[in-house]
């Protein structure tokens, strides 16, 4: 789901990486307006901790649902956040805010903003499976703080994290597409 | 990948704990909130946590507080003080006193993992520390002598001086004061540190087992000597002879002994050839010998033959400076032997331990800290663990004996009475010749009251 002016592209980008990688099946939702409720007037940013409580509470049939916005993110501790969920629970959110420019300044290119994108909401769906941070260099659970970390992280997991997944889905009973 | 690490959020705002909480848990930490001073260090009582986030602004307690409060009782814990924008004064003052980072609300994610892990490495790195420095003392179990006091100061350095010698030495104190450790320390700090130290408890036998326990016997020296057996001084050959209670051992074998440490030689009970051994005496009694000797019972030629060197441990009231030394010393020991997790004893319980008379010395300290962990539910030692030592009667030495109780009581009147012996038999309502009978009865003696 997206909620406010989030590009088309990046969307179904998001929504291919996740049926892929996940093996879940995906459907893209309508778009919904910017979560006004979540401003804080302070900040100047969108608090995500609130969005995800909406989100949590709708009555769509998905077991999951990660919603794409295009404002920043915070939560009360930190300054901000490319992406928040709830460990085990049912909603993320990703923000593209930040993904577009380099840490030093200058544009990034198309492909490594869909990339970052898509690297960003697989790690906070998998928290969603109770996937925590992961210290292995080689799994997108690592934890990155920049948006240059995120350049470095592969599209994949770990055979650890990996194993946690599929562990995840059998508790939670998750229906995976066929192989 | 899923750690142990443990942390407690303390502050009073619901969201920063919740958001904190949340991004921590994502982690894998391990993650409790508490919202206020009082609560974090209930919870702290009973959790061992590594790492505690705490704000500097609440009501009620104050971080900077809870932070004194944590670093005396908690040294172990971690913490890193939550700080509002532009209050750096403050953040500073907890520095000072004794916070291990601090962070300025809101957070840069990266500067927050960055710190959590740094500090994970730094307790990891303390672990490690404090496990390889325990290694350390179990590799060298003499040095389990503690004390900081001048007086025991000036014995380890006596003790190194003494072990250089092959000199006999005679240590002094009261029961309890570790004379044993003090002769185990001689003994590892000599040339014969690579031979054996053979104890003996002179105190420990009857007469003619005591004589059979030091020289050996052969086969059937007498009714059911079996078999031929090494004696103490044979044991002892190349190392180190430590004879505690010495006082107690009877006037006819001080004269066999004697004979011994000036010849280093002997017979073995009911044999013929003579022994050579070499070794080490190291005695030690809690009587004054001069005082025995004075009476006849003890021999002056023997004394001498000990005392060549004395050395005297003076009795725990007499260095009081020593007990939270010692009492965490054994807290440690007995923390580790009992797989509990205690940090520490709290100020108004070292306050009871430093007050305590300790009439049985660091071996009474000792027994007080064990038994105290053994009850305790919490992670510190407080006053309410040491209740027994404030009655007047502890529980641990209340009999339930009618005999032993009564001799308690007569010894408690005579002394009362100085020993007028009509004045006592007044006092306990029986009449002269009673007393007399109990007396003999019991063996009371005016000086046993003292040792």
Request: net charge negative; proline share 3%; hydrophobic share 40%.
């Given at each position: 789901?997206?909620?406010?002016?989030?590009?088309?592209?990046v969307l179904k980008i998001v929504a291919a990486n996740l049926q892929e990688i996940l093996n879940l099946p995906v459907d893209i939702l309508p778009a919904r307006q910017t979560p006004e409720f979540a401003y804080s007037d302070n900040r100047k940013q969108y608090h995500a901790a609130l969005i995800l409580k909406k989100l949590a509470e709708s009555r769509r049939p998905h077991p999951r649902i990660l919603a794409l916005v295009s404002v920043d993110l915070f939560i009360p501790v930190l300054t901000h956040v490319f992406g928040e969920a709830q460990l085990g629970?049912?909603?993320?959110?990703?923000?593209?805010h930040r993904l577009r420019h380099?840490?030093?300044?200058?544009?990034?290119?198309?492909?490594?903003?869909?990339?970052?994108?898509?690297?960003?909401?697989?790690?906070?769906?998998?928290?969603?499976?109770?996937?925590?941070?992961?210290?292995?260099?080689?799994?997108?659970?690592?934890?990155?703080?920049?948006?240059?970390?995120?350049?470095?992280?592969?599209?994949?997991?770990?055979?650890?994290?990996?194993?946690?997944?599929?562990?995840?889905?059998?508790?939670?009973?998750?229906?995976?597409?066929?192989? | 990948m899923a750690n142990k690490v443990s942390?407690?959020?303390?502050?009073?705002?619901?969201?920063?704990?919740?958001?904190?909480?949340?991004?921590l848990r994502r982690s894998g930490y391990q993650v409790d909130t508490a919202d206020g001073g009082s609560a974090a260090l209930a919870m702290l009582d009973k959790t061992p946590y590594d790492l505690l986030f705490l704000d500097i602004m609440m009501p009620v307690m104050s971080g900077i507080e809870v932070?004194?409060?944590?670093?005396?009782?908690?040294?172990?814990?971690?913490?890193?003080?939550?700080?509002?924008?532009g209050s750096v004064d403050t953040a500073v003052e907890a520095m000072k006193g004794g916070a291990n980072?601090?962070?300025?609300?809101?957070?840069?994610?990266?500067?927050?993992?960055?710190?959590?892990?740094?500090?994970?490495?730094?307790?990891?790195?303390?672990?490690?520390?404090?496990?390889?420095?325990?290694?350390m003392a179990e590799a060298t179990r003499f040095e389990?002598?503690?004390?900081?006091?001048?007086?025991?100061?000036?014995?380890?350095?006596?003790?190194?001086?003494?072990?250089?010698?092959?000199?006999?030495?005679?240590?002094?104190?009261?029961?309890?004061?570790?004379?044993?450790?003090?002769?185990?320390?001689?003994?590892?700090?000599?040339?014969?540190?690579n031979g054996p130290f053979i104890a003996i408890n002179c105190g420990g036998f009857p007469e003619h087992l005591l004589e059979s326990e030091l020289f050996g016997h052969e086969r059937g020296a007498f009714t059911g000597a079996h078999r031929a057996k090494k004696g103490r001084l044979d044991l002892a050959h190349h190392g180190t002879l430590f004879l505690d209670e010495v006082g107690t051992v009877p006037i006819k074998m001080q004269v066999d002994l004697l004979r011994v440490l000036e010849t280093k030689k002997f017979h073995r009970v009911g044999g013929t050839s003579e022994i050579e051994v070499d070794f080490r005496t190291i005695a030690a009694s809690n009587r004054d010998l001069s005082q025995a000797i004075e009476k006849g019972e003890f021999r002056q030629d023997f004394f001498y033959r000990l005392n060549v060197i004395s050395l005297h441990i003076p009795p725990l009231r007499d260095r009081r400076d020593d007990i939270p030394l010692l009492a965490n010393h054994?807290?440690?020991?007995?923390?580790?032997?009992?797989?509990?997790?205690?940090?520490?004893?709290?100020?108004?319980?070292?306050?009871?331990?430093?007050?305590?008379?300790?009439?049985?010395?660091?071996?009474?300290?000792?027994?007080?800290?064990?038994?105290?962990?053994?009850i305790c539910k919490r992670r510190r030692l407080g006053p309410e663990e040491f209740t027994f030592l404030t009655l007047q009667t502890s529980p641990t030495a209340r009999t339930y004996s009618l005999e032993e109780t009564q001799i308690a009581h007569l010894r408690e009147v005579l002394k009362e009475f100085d020993w007028n012996i009509t004045k006592a038999a007044q006092a306990l309502e029986i009449n002269r010749v009673t007393l007399h009978k109990k007396i003999k009865k019991y063996d009371l003696r005016p000086h046993r009251a003292s040792s």
């Open positions: 789901m997206r909620l406010g002016t989030v590009g088309e592209a629970g049912r909603a993320a959110v990703v923000s593209t380099k840490e030093e300044g200058g544009g990034v290119s198309l492909d490594t903003f869909y990339e970052r994108a898509a690297k960003v909401a697989l790690h906070e769906v998998a928290h969603t499976f109770d996937l925590v941070h992961c210290k292995q260099p080689e799994c997108i659970m690592r934890l990155s703080s920049g948006p240059n970390d995120l350049d470095e992280l592969p599209l994949f997991f770990c055979e650890y994290c990996e194993a946690f997944l599929e562990e995840a889905y059998r508790r939670y009973e998750i229906q995976r597409l066929p192989e | 942390i407690l959020v303390v502050d009073d705002e619901l969201v920063i704990r919740e958001s904190l909480q949340g991004w932070l004194e409060m944590v670093k005396e009782d908690y040294p172990q814990t971690l913490v890193v003080m939550i700080t509002a924008y980072d601090y962070l300025m609300k809101p957070f840069d994610p990266d500067q927050l993992s960055l710190l959590t892990e740094k500090l994970m490495q730094q307790k990891k790195l303390l672990d490690e520390n404090i496990f390889l420095r325990e290694q389990n002598l503690v004390g900081s006091s001048a007086a025991m100061q000036e014995l380890f350095g006596m003790i190194q001086d003494v072990a250089a010698t092959d000199s006999s030495v005679l240590i002094g104190g009261e029961t309890g004061t570790g004379k044993e450790l003090v002769a185990k320390a001689i003994h590892a700090k000599s040339a014969r540190c054994f807290l440690e020991r007995y923390r580790r032997e009992t797989n509990k997790n205690i940090d520490t004893i709290v100020k108004e319980a070292m306050a009871i331990l430093r007050e305590y008379d300790w009439p049985g010395n660091v071996r009474e300290l000792e027994n007080a800290i064990e038994r105290a962990v053994v």
